[in-house]
């Protein structure tokens, strides 16, 4: 059943597009529909917002240390609703830098990368099928990507700017320029959602029907690899819960500039309407930019352990029973919201038992390294630093989840180390172990151990030291988007930390450069990388470089699951799904 | 061999210089009076409860932290990759799942037993009969008070009546409005409990004070009249909005003063007797 689809299209593919020299430039870079080329300029896009994103983060630190003080070099060159005439950050500007920090960071780095990046480029490679589903949606995809950066980013020039309402825009204040101030920004960031909202929804009804129909023979669902797994779940999950933004964004955009009252205080209008709505894709949200990072780092470990990922089954569901439960705790991030308080308690009660399988992934992980035989390559650091930084942002949300805590630390600094914990910490620590891991399939090079090491020691301290004194911000009751803490007196002896955290931001923002030039100077100048440079055991491990349009020369059989290493009674310490067990061996597992 | 050692020195001494950067960072900090890294002293009843249950959190994290930890850094380092020694072939353990899985449920869902119990006695537990009740009006970008005059009662009050020759949308045929009278500054007396009626003008703002570990947003549109607390120490705290609300919000704030009940019934006279004053005399707005 499942070769139904594969054989006839791999042959069709290979034969019409066999010869490189029939693709026109346009089509083999441009719009192209190759999964592994949509894959990769998914990943530079992303790479460049990272850049974006992170700019604007170091805008929201310096503010924070300094706040008042022109800033130096580029603070004259600035437009004017950002900064003063003097070049100093104002209060609203401060408001856009965050706004667009985190709006930047959540739909144009984190979710691309994850999704879009090692989507792409894996799903069909480690299903054994030559390509997705739907490749003229998949180009659609990235093009929509693209263009709804491009309208979020394009309210930079307009005279009032970006928007400043927070990632979050709660109503009725971005709903009304009056209140707001931001018009054509607002404006901008829900038409830019909105698109955005269309590149995912078509990539997740693609990652769906791929992985459903399109695997190899002998692939079946528990012989996926996690990281497909992952990918498969978090497709339901855009596929449920991204509608329900586009959805808001677009009454939003009604009440912003057409004069409905949606989410008005006015005529029948209800505030608290575009959280919920809000917040019932947010959550969700939060777990399609973990579940992928968790996935993808859960091979790594494996690989690099040598050993059997410890408890496949349990990962599965566990990341099944995330999905399922990520739909009823929105309610969490409204405890104080002037919602019923009953509800907080069903919220409360759902978001503690949803911990439950996050615990159970990270013993999971314990289980893999231990009695592996750890090899502790660039990747592994970075995954085996992704359970650790895993672990704090987990345990800081029960503090939130407990409804009376989060009385004390709602909306502090508290949340803000929180999210960074699981979302820079987290997600963002699994992509860079991804692309360090992948990268040899990716270009045909490897990149260089030593610089990334240097890049993760760096990345790890600075983080760490970026971050973690925001737990005790929060607790102090320092408040998140406030463009001047020392208006407040119980804030104003902790200026040293925001100014120390500060540091610590730049360092990590400079921390990046030794990535970035190891990146590029690999893809040009890295020693060719073997086909199979980890030792491991999934599909894409058996293509050449580049790998053919079409990916496989004829389409694989597998035998067992994805993570049989150290065997015992084999020569070698890992047995490719591809190659059957020999007789004399037996699997104990799938 | 030799040249793996160099580079590991290098990157130890890389590691060092940097640590020695963040702490000259830390050495320049001023000098500090009052606890830099914790909570700020609690300041209300209802706060003294949830910093015991913050602390049992803190601990109860602090320990799973420490523990699991301390194992994967020991598994880290034993089972790294050694000459001749292969890893254990292992899929997992179903007993060891279920353990794990028993376990962490049992604790959130005791967990959760805890703090519902609090959150129902700090919140929404009746307030006692003596309990003030005061009224806050939050703006772009600024907060205002009424207090209840001689009769001890705010009286009816909509949000669809709110104006801006009627701030907090009294209702004129509830006589008990009549003789309210307003102030710039929260002035409450010690160890009484308070009531806060909130309401907003525009957008959603939130009454936050850390002292008294009090957050709550207030909606436009609606009147929230759920949050009370019991101020237990004499002091100046600041009210903080603490829900985004535009280009002035990181300075939206009131002073909070919360005084002895002499010193409150003084003021609390001054102030009834101004706004009982002919129109004409201007009321006084500083405490």
Known sequence: MSQTLAHPEASEVESSHGHHTE?????????????????????????????????????????????????????????????????AIQPGGYNALFTMHATVMVFLVIMPLLIGVFGNFLIPLKIGAPDMAFPFFNALSYWLFLFSGIILLSSFFAPTGFPASGWTSYAPLSA???????????????????????????????????????????????????PIWALFITAFLLLLAVPVLSAAAAMLFCDLNFGTSFFSASNYGQPLLWQHLFWFFGHPEVYIMILPAMGLVSEIVSVNSRKPIFGYKAMVFAMVAIGVLGFIVWGHHMFVSGMNLLLSATFSFSTMVIAVPSAIKTFNWMGTVWGGSIKYTTAMCFALAFVSMFVIGGLSGIYMAATPVDLFIHHTYFIVAHIHYVLFGGSLFGVFAAIYFWFPKMFGR??????????????????????????????NGMMRRIADPTQYEHLRSQQPVNVFITLSAFALG??????????????????????????????????????PHGNFETTPTVYHGPYEYSVPGLEEDYLPQDQPAPETVRLTAH | MAKKSL??????????????????????????????????????????????????????????????QVVYIYFLVKYRSRKGVRATYSHGNNRLELVWTAIPTAIFIGLWGYSNHLWWDVLHAQSPPDTMEIGVLAYQFGFSFQYPGADGKLGRSDVNLIGNDNPFGNDPKDPATKDNFQSGVLEI??????????????????????????????????????????????????????????????????????VTQENFDKWYKEKTAAANAPAGSAPAQSK
């Open chain 1, 176 to 226: 009304h320029a009056q209140y707001n101030g931001t018009q054509i920004g607002q404006s901008c960031w829900c038409v830019g959602l909105f698109v955005n909202g269309l590149a995912s929804i078509a990539g997740a009804a693609n990652y769906i029907t791929t992985i459903i129909n399109m695997r190899a023979p002998g692939m079946k669902m528990f012989r996926l690899p996690l």
């Open chain 2, 7 to 68: 580079r590991t020195n290098i990157f130890f001494f890389v590691v060092v210089a940097l640590f020695l950067f963040a702490g000259s960072v830390c050495s320049h900090a001023e000098v500090r009076t009052s606890d830099l890294w914790w909570m700020p002293e609690v300041a209300s009843k209802g706060g003294e409860l949830i910093d015991k249950l913050t602390y049992f959190i803190y601990y109860l994290t602090g320990g799973v932290f420490v523990l699991t």
């Open chain 1, 23 to 87: 693709l026109s430039f346009f089509r083999k870079y441009i719009w192209s529909e190759d999964h592994k080329t949509i894959g990769l300029q998914y990943l530079f896009t992303s790479l460049f917002f990272l850049l974006v994103g992170g700019l604007l983060a170091m805008g929201v630190r310096y503010q924070l240390a300094f706040p008042g003080v022109p800033v130096p070099v580029i603070g004259g060159l600035l437009p004017s609703w950002l900064v003063t005439s003097a070049g």
């Open chain 1, 510 to 547: 400079l921390s990046t450069i030794p990535f970035l030039v190891n990146f590029f100077y690999s893809i040009f100048k890295g020693p060719k990388a073997p086909i199979n440079p980890w030792k491991s055991t999934t599909l894409e491990w058996t293509v050449p470089w580049p790998p």
């Open chain 2, 189 to 258: 007396p010690v160890n009484r409990p308070v009531r806060v009626r909130l309401a907003s003008r525009d957008v959603i703002h939130a009454f936050y004070v850390p002292q008294f570990r009090v957050y709550q947003d207030i909606v436009p549109g609606r009147t929230i009249d759920w949050v009370w607390f019991t101020p237990t120490k004499v002091g100046s705290f600041q009210l903080a909005c603490n829900q985004l609300c535009g280009s002035g919000h990181y300075n939206m704030k009131a002073q909070i003063e919360v």
């Open chain 1, 446 to 475: 490897m990149m260089n151990e030593t610089w990334g090491k240097i890049h993760f020691a760096l990345a790890f301290i600075f983080f760490n030291c970026t971050f973690f004194p925001m737990h005790n911000l929060g607790l």
